[in-house]
Structures are given as C-alpha cells and as structure tokens.
C-alpha cells in the first residue's frame, strides 16, 4: 500500500453527480466535499499538501508545466475527434447535402434532441449549459473538479445535438471537454488545490485553442472570460497547452485557418465610415440577441419538469423546420455558410435572412437546454449581419467599400465584441482565422463601437445573465477587467518618521526619537536595505547595549521588504504585523525612499480617503 | 516530477514516501503517454475514414453539379457545386458555381460570387470573362467592356491563346450587337491577325467581319481560304457574298461558280443554294454587261452602246413617270439631249473619250434614277450596282 498520506485521488472522491432535474442546475454538481467544503477535507488536503511540500517541493511546478502539454496534446486531439463525430453524425442524419422540403431536417433534430433530452436528464445533468460557466464554476467554486463523466457526457450529447442539425457550435463543448481532461489528469496526480484550480482554464484554453485553430484567442478568452486577470503563474502552461493542443489540430485538419479567407484590403481610408457602421448595426444587435436568450432561457426551464424531455425535441422541430422552409443553413455549426458568406455568396437580402432566423434558430436550441456552445452561432450571425451590410453599401456606395467577404470576417469579430463581451480575444480572433493583419484598424474600429454600444444598451454580459439565471455568483470578468486595482502610490505618504543611518549611536537616535515624539522610525543600512524601528523596539535595545553602540546592532536580521510605488497596495498589508512602518522605495535608485506606508494609510485609501 | 529539497533533511518514512511517489508519478506519465497514443491513433483512423468520406463527396458532387451545368440545369448544378465546396473547396468549383449561378439567372448573386473572386484574383482571365458576361447582361457598357479587356489581358489555365482569341470574338460579338463596328472591326482584326490556320476559325472571323462591316477584310479572309486545295463551300460562299456585296463580280462569279460545283454543295440548303445562284446569276450577267477593259475594242464599244440604250430607256421611262421633273434630272436629259445619236462601236473606237464620257452618262443615270424613281429591276438594277463602284468589277 502507497503511503497514506499521499494517497492519490484521496481528495476527489468518486463521481458524485446527480440529476437535480427540479432545481435545472446548468452546472456540473461538485463533488460533496467539494461541495461542502468539510473541514475535514480541507484538512486532509491541507496536510496532504504539506507533506508533499516537505518530500517534492517544487514537484507541482515542474508537474505543472509537463501536464500542460499532456492536457493540450489529449484535448487537442479531443476535439478533432469531437468534430469528425459532429460531422459524421451530420452525414448520417441530415445527409450528405441538406436543402429545403427534405423531411429529414424535421425528423434528425427532433429525434436527436428526445434522445439528447434523456441523456442529460438520466445519465450526464453537467453537459447542460455553457461550457464557459461551468469552467469558471471549476475555477472559482469546485477546485477545478470537472468530472470524467460531465467530458464524456458533454461529447456525446453535443456531437449529437449538433450533428443532427440544432443550431449550436463545438467550441463551448471543446473548451469543457479541455477542462475536463485538465482537471482529470490533475485530480490523478494529486496536485495542490491551487494547482488544481488553474487545470481547469488550462484545458480550457487548450479545446478551445483546437476548436479555433487559434492559440492566441483562445489564450486570450480564458483570460478575458475566465481567469479574469493576466497572471504570469499560469500564462506559460496556457501557452504551453494552447500551442500543444493546436499543433495536434493543425496535424490533422491542416495549417489552414479555420476558414478560407478571400483576398482582403483596405483600399481607402473612408472605407473606415463603412465600417463603423457595421459596428453600430453590431453593437444593436448584440444586446437584442441576448435579450431574446435571457428572456426565453429561465421561462422554458421554469416548466414542468416532464417539459424538459420534449424541449430539445420541440426546438429541433422548430429549427428542422426554418430549414425545411428554405434555409438550411441555419441547421447544425453553420462553418460552411460562414464560408460561403465570406466569399460573397449571397446577396444582402439572403444574408439579413440568415441573421435573424440563425438568432431564432440558436435561441431555441440554447434555451431548450441542448448541448452545444454559442460561439459558432456568434460567428455565424456576426459574419452574415458583416456580410449583409457590406453587400447593401456595396451596392448602393460601389466605390466606397471593399469586398463582402471583408465585412463578413470584421463582422465576426464585431459580434464577438458586442455579445460575448471579449473586445480583446474578438480583435485577435479575426486576425488569427484570417490571417491578414490589413484590416486591423476596421477590427479594431467596428469592435470598439460594438462593445461599447452593446455595453451601454445592455450592461449585463451574456454568461453573466447564465450564471445569474443559474443561481450562482460567479465573478464577472468585465467588471473585474475594469476594476481599478489600488497601488502603493495610492496610499503612499512623505517621510515624516526620523531617518537615521545604521551607524549612528543608540544614543544619538534615541534624542532623536525623544525629540520628534515619533513612535517609529527608520534605518537605512550601509547595503541599501531598511529597517523599521518602533520606539518600543529602541527601548528595550537601549536596555542592553551602550549608549554609544550603532543602532544597527539593536536590529533584529530581518530587514524590511522591498516595495515599490506600482505594486499592488494588498501586497503590502501582510508586512504590518511585523514592521510598524513600511519604507517604500525607488526601484531606478536603490535604497533611495519614495516615502512610507502605514497601516491607517492603507486603510483610508481602502476606505476610500485620499 | 518529485524532487527534493537540498537543504530538506527527511526522515527514513518520509525518504519512503518520496520514492513511492516519484514511482507513483512516473507510471502515471507513462500511463498518460500510453493514453496519448492510443487516443491519438483512434482519432487519426476516424480522420482517416473521414476525410476519404468528404472528398468522395466532394468529386461526386462536383460531377453531378458539372454534369448538370453542361445538361443546361443550372439551378440543380448550384445544390451540387455548393456541396462540392463545402467538402472539397477549390478555386475551380467556386467558378463552377459562380457560372451555374449566372446560367440560372440568379444574376446578382453570380456578380456579387464574381466580384469576390475577382478581388481575390483581379487577373484571372476566366473570372473576368464572366463578369463581363454579367455585366454585359446587366446593360453596364463600361465595366462590360473593362472585363473583357482584362479577360483579354489576363491568365488563363491551359491553352490560353486560343481562351484569349475566343474571348476577342466575343468582345467583337458584343461590340456589332451594339452597333460599334469600328472597336469590333479593330478586335476582329487583331484576331485575324493572330488566328492559326484553322479553316472554322477564319470563317467564323470572316462572318463577324462581314457584321462588323467590314466585307474588304472578310473577302481577305475568305480568299486565304479559297486558295487552298480544297476549300470549305463556306469560303467560296463568303468571297462571292462578300465580293458581290462590294461590286467585285468578277471574283465573285468566279468564287460563286466554284461554291455551286464543290462536292458538298448539293448538302447546302435549299434556300442557300438559291441565293448563291441568285448571285451568280447577277454575277455573270453583270460582267457580259460591263464594258471590260481587256475587251477587244470592238466588243466593248457594242457593250457601251448597248449600256447607252438600256439606261436611255430608264431615264425615259422615269423622265415619263415624274410628271415634275427635278432639276437634277433635267440637267441629266440635258447631257443626253448633247450626246451625239446614231453612233457606231467603230465611231466609239476611234473616241475613247466619247466611250468613257458615255459610259459615265449610264452610271450617272441609273444613279440619279434610282434616286429619283426607286429601285431599279432587271438590267437596270445590275447596272446600278456597276455604278456604286465600276472599278471594282474586274478585280481580280
């Protein structure tokens, strides 16, 4: 027998998911010590931990970086695997090339979605929902427990789903399943909880990474959407998985970008005007979509629990049948049709068609509880309302804009901006599935507006509205990306303690001291370094040394720590049990003082005092 | 992987602990690795599978859409091609569809699917063509006229010489249908100019030019070809059209008579056949009127005199009909009313300059008679065509 106290997998005990049909939790259910949050289990993962930390102390960093490429080869290839079965499943329902009056778009996603239905209700509850919320319910609420049955779940269910034609995309599943995988392999190797917590939006990045054939995105989303905040501990293995996971894609589908991208430039600056407009129609049809989603959402799953079998089925038979009518298009991950709108395929009245019945098509999908992410949709519908008003001002203004296929990609991006609220991973997520760096500045310019007129008409962000509706209180990472984070300089305060060196005698600085009626003061050393002294601390030295001995043999060895103006203010607050004082320094100038903190000058400033 | 501390200092269970978990952490790599691979391989067989599946797709459907296109279906062949794309994505199929969209009528669709192929490729002379197609369609003269020249001025796969002349031909059909035969007459001419020695191509050459009007350059043409060993009966009818249209009868004569006895004249249609002899008739009967210069002087001098009467008896005739003669036409009885009567063909071969002056009398009457009095019939209306230009009618 191994030695209990680093028994693997003794803190993650076994799958404990359940249906909860009632309750419609979109989340996986976490483990009940998870869950609970027992002090017994944090005890015993706590010292777990310990003993790890005293035989294999730097065993999780170097775990952690070798993992990461295991996480991005496995997820990589994952969610090829995930594709090629959604394309298969397509094949074999929907036919090798579906159009209108077929009977078969009423008949797949409606018997799809009874079967899916069942699935989730009976055997995989956590494939419901947005793969992202559930990722950052890992994160943030389970320590980054993602279980083997919510991967193999969330693969088959969607594959399913969106094979059979619901109007939904493979990137949110893709994105769980890498987190999944991430916090399989973690929990087999009995990493520390902190380590733990971060798999999860490693694998994150690395499906999604694979989905797009985007590494940089994909980093950039999880940064955006999921950690909330770059920290340089776990942007190595996000890049390290990222790149692992797209090398294993492109292996397979090739290096080609995710669609094939016409010819685009730029030809005349004024074509900017052009695209700002696409930005504005982005902007307002952002917030319209998410409106529709968070309306319709909570309202089905508010139904007797009995509805919850026929939702799916009901909305594929609603889908099948917007394709059955005449646009088949809508049906299933819509790449192709992103394809063809690229390449000018449609004309602008077609193309405007497809935005609004793709918006219905996803809603009901989405809504009615299906498997299946909204990123494909997002895209689908940014490229055809780009491609729309690309082909009306063409059209109408020949001379002043470019090709179609330009406004389809931008208008990817403007969506993107506008209803995930990621103006960051929308700006590179252009760049990268194009390739073209040209028509930067019209990314940049259309998303902008977008974000900020979507923000405005609608201040809550799409998985913000999800986790709401879900009960949870997960942390928004718009409002965390733009909240003001404090610095020392925000508290920082002259020097009006005494200065002394360390050569001076305890006499000379207790004179000091009495004359000033400082209660501490500072002691700047022959190396640079600083000491805080309270008059206590002088006190009782004086007790034991001579008058004329040098203040710096009353020094404890410590010294004080080294801050700086632009550090965080929060790093400061644990030194004040031991320094009465903080110096804070120059980081151009060594030992040179920029002046001192005290525990009240944080406080105020967190308080809100100047 | 586990490591120690240096400075750390363990116990003996805990040293037991440290390489049951370095044990522990290398089998669960080695497992992982093992995982790896065999998900690795698994994936690589369904892609395998998968990706044969997509591209039989893809040529099935491309051979469907193609087979309907050419079986003049194109609203079928855009189902298909677009199939085809969304397996097997090629530059070709998209021009495939463009074209199927452009046959169906979809025309917007077809400019908008061309103008984003032509951005991407403003060179490729196929792409170009199309769009000139389109644009001709849609009645824009200008962005017509701009596509084909770069069609003309652009790349072609495979022989993309004779793409280009095809291309001239039909720049020059677009230009005759609307009347502007002199840029159609430049672009015919060039094509002429580059056209290998293809009998159909010259032909086809020669039929535009005779639209174009411009007969002199199609008679060039077809002469080329009457000249060979065995000449298409499209040639020999093109010289004797062409030449008869240009006063030329004597070529013509000769180029109708030799269309009439080739071997496959008698497969020549009904009305064609009667046409031609309709010419050759006019023809010969046009050069035993013309007072020929190679005549012996005695035989031309009768041919003027009798040129003299038959145009006398015009002039009468429509003199007689006008009760209010114009002003031209009494200054023409006037230069009849001068002309000596009663001469002889000995008389005229002693005064070439009567002869002449006599002559130009005849082509002057049935000119001005024409005008006067309408088309000419019988004698009269070859003669009238004698008159448009009398030098032309021995040309060899």
């Given at each position: 027998m191994p030695d209990p106290r680093i028994q693997i997998g003794a803190i993650a005990p076994p799958d404990t998911d359940i249906a909860g049909i009632t309750a419609a939790p979109a989340l996986p259910t976490p483990p009940v010590s998870a869950r609970s949050g027992r002090p017994s289990d944090r005890q015993a993962r706590s010292g777990l931990s310990a003993t790890l930390d005293r035989i294999a102390p730097t065993r999780d960093e170097r775990l952690f970086l070798v993992l990461s490429i295991f996480i991005g080869v496995i997820s990589g290839t994952l969610v090829v695997a995930f594709r090629i079965a959604i394309e298969w499943i397509r094949l074999l329902t929907l036919g090798s090339a579906p159009h209108g009056g077929q009977y078969r778009l009423l008949i797949a996603p409606s018997v799809a979605g009874l079967i899916v239905a069942a699935l989730v209700i009976w055997f995989f509850p956590a494939a419901r929902g947005s793969g992202v919320n559930q990722t950052k319910a890992a994160l943030y609420i389970y320590d980054g427990y993602i279980s083997f049955r919510t991967v193999i779940g969330k693969f088959l269910t969607s594959a399913l789903a969106i094979g059979s034609g619901h109007s939904l995309g493979p990137e949110d599943p893709s994105l769980q399943i890498g987190a999944g995988v991430a916090s399989i392999i973690a929990r087999n190797l009995n990493l520390s909880r902190r380590r733990l917590r971060m798999f999860a939006p490693i694998g994150a990045a690395a499906g999604l990474a694979a989905a797009f054939n985007a590494p940089i995105s994909a980093i950039l989303f999880v940064i955006e959407e999921v950690i909330g905040s770059w920290s340089a501990a776990v942007l190595g293995s996000l890049v390290l998985s990222a790149i692992s996971s797209v090398v294993v894609a492109r292996w397979f589908w090739g290096p080609e970008p995710l669609f094939r991208i016409p010819s685009i430039t730029v030809r005349d600056p004024r074509e900017l005007m052009a695209y700002a407009v696409l930005g504005v129609f982005g902007g307002l049809l952002a917030p319209v979509f998410s409106l529709i989603l968070g309306y319709l959402r909570p309202r089905l799953r508010a139904l007797p629990r009995w509805t919850l079998f026929l939702q799916p089925a009901v909305a594929g038979v609603l889908v099948g049948a917007i394709g059955f009518f005449g646009f088949p298009q809508v049906m299933g991950t819509g790449y192709d049709v992103i394809d063809q709108a690229l390449h000018g395929q449609f004309v602008w009245q077609i193309l405007l068609a497809l935005v609004f019945l793709k918006m219905l098509a996803t809603t009901l999908s989405f809504s009615s509880g299906t498997p299946g992410g909204m990123f494909a949709p997002t895209l689908f519908i940014g490229a055809m309302l780009g491609g729309a008003v690309g082909a009306f001002e063409k059209h109408f203004f020949p001379h002043l804009t470019g090709t179609v296929g330009a406004y389809s990609l931008v208008g990817m991006g403007v969506l993107f901006a506008g209803f995930l609220r990621v103006p960051l991973t929308s700006v590179f997520m252009v760049l990268e599935v194009s390739g073209n760096y040209s028509i930067v500045m019209p990314i940049i310019l259309a998303n902008t507006l977008a974000f900020l007129i979507s923000r405005s008409l609608q201040?809550?962000?799409?998985?913000?509205?999800?986790?709401?509706?879900?009960?949870?209180?997960?942390?928004?990472?718009?409002?965390?990306?733009?909240?003001?984070?404090?610095?020392?300089?925000?508290?920082?305060?002259?020097?009006?303690?005494?200065?002394?060196?360390?050569?001076?005698?305890?006499?000379?600085?207790?004179?000091?001291?009495?004359?000033?009626?400082?209660?501490?003061?500072?002691?700047?050393?022959?190396?640079?370094?600083?000491?805080?002294?309270?008059?206590?601390?002088?006190?009782?030295?004086?007790?034991?040394?001579?008058?004329?001995?040098?203040?710096?043999?009353?020094?404890?060895?410590?010294?004080?720590?080294?801050?700086?103006?632009?550090?965080?203010?929060?790093?400061a607050l644990h030194y004040f049990p031991r320094w009465p004082l903080l110096p804070v320094l120059n980081r151009a100038s060594r030992g040179t003082l920029e002046g001192m903190l005290t525990l009240d000058d944080v406080l105020r400033r967190y308080r809100g005092g100047e | 992987m586990a490591t120690v501390h240096a400075g750390a200092i363990l116990t003996p269970e805990e040293r037991l602990a440290r390489r049951r978990l370095i044990l522990r952490d290398a089998f669960s790599l080695i497992s992982l690795f093992l995982i790896t691979a065999i998900l690795f391989i698994l994936t690589l067989?369904?892609?395998?599978?998968?990706?044969?599946?997509?591209?039989?797709?893809?040529?099935?459907?491309?051979?469907?859409?193609?087979?309907?296109?050419?079986?003049?279906?194109?609203?079928?062949a855009i189902d298909d091609l677009r199939s085809a794309l969304a397996y097997v994505p090629s530059r070709d199929t998209e021009i495939e569809l463009a074209s199927a969209l452009a046959d169906a009528g979809k025309t917007q669709e077809a400019t908008v699917y061309f103008t984003t192929l032509w951005e991407s490729a403003p060179g490729d002379g196929t792409i170009n063509l199309q769009l000139a197609r389109l644009a001709a369609k849609d009645g824009n003269e200008s962005q017509a006229l701009f596509h084909y020249q770069s069609a003309l001025d652009g790349t072609w796969q495979g022989n993309g010489y004779d793409r280009r002349r095809e291309v001239r031909l039909e720049l020059a059909r677009y230009l005759i249908a609307r009347r502007e035969y002199i840029p159609a007459h430049t672009q015919l001419v060039i094509a002429a100019?580059?056209?290998?020695?293809?009998?159909?191509?010259?032909l086809e050459i020669a039929g535009l030019l005779e639209q174009a009007a411009a007969p002199r350059d199609a008679l060039g043409l077809y002469r080329s070809l009457t000249a060979r060993a065995d000449p298409p009966i499209a040639a020999l009818e093109g010289a004797g059209r062409t030449a008869f249209a240009l006063g030329m009868f004597r070529i013509a004569a000769e180029s109708l008579r030799r269309a009439l006895a080739a071997p496959l004249a008698?497969?020549?249609?009904?009305?064609?056949?009667?046409?031609?002899?309709?010419?050759?008739?006019?023809?010969?009967?046009?050069?035993?009127?013309?007072?020929?210069?190679?005549?012996?002087?005695?035989?031309?001098?009768?041919?003027?005199?009798?040129?003299?009467?038959?145009?006398?008896?015009?002039?009468?005739?429509?003199?007689?009909?006008s009760p209010a003669a114009p002003p031209r036409l009494a200054s023409l009885v006037s230069r009849w009313d001068q002309l000596q009567s009663g001469l002889t063909p000995p008389e005229l071969e002693q005064q070439p300059e009567l002869e002449q002056s006599i002559t130009q009398l005849v082509w002057d009457t049935e000119t001005l008679t024409a005008q006067v009095c309408g088309a000419p019939a019988g004698d009269d209306a070859l003669l009238m065509r004698i008159a448009q230009n009398p030098a032309a009618v021995e040309q060899e």
């Open positions: 201040p809550v962000g799409i998985f913000e509205t999800f986790t709401q509706q879900d009960g949870l209180d997960l942390p928004s990472m718009e409002e965390q990306r733009e909240e003001a984070v404090l610095h020392i300089e925000d508290a920082l305060q002259p020097a009006t303690v005494p200065l002394v060196t360390g050569s001076d005698t305890l006499q000379r600085v207790a004179q000091t001291i009495a004359e000033t009626h400082a209660s501490a003061f500072l002691v700047r050393l022959i190396d640079g370094s600083w000491y805080a002294m309270s008059a206590d601390e002088l006190t009782s030295a004086s007790a034991t040394l001579t008058p004329e001995a040098p203040i710096q043999r009353a020094l404890q060895p410590d010294r004080t720590p080294l801050l700086f103006p632009d550090m965080p203010l929060d790093s | 067989l369904l892609f395998r599978s998968f990706t044969n599946h997509r591209e039989e797709l893809g040529a099935r459907w491309k051979t469907r859409g193609e087979i309907a296109l050419h079986a003049g279906h194109p609203e079928i100019g580059n056209a290998p020695d293809d009998p159909a191509i010259k008698t497969q020549q249609p009904d009305n064609e056949k009667a046409t031609v002899h309709e010419m050759l008739d006019a023809s010969q009967r046009i050069l035993a009127l013309y007072p020929a210069f190679d005549l012996p002087p005695r035989s031309r001098g009768e041919r003027v005199l009798s040129l003299k009467r038959i145009a006398r008896e015009r002039l009468t005739e429509c003199a007689g009909s």
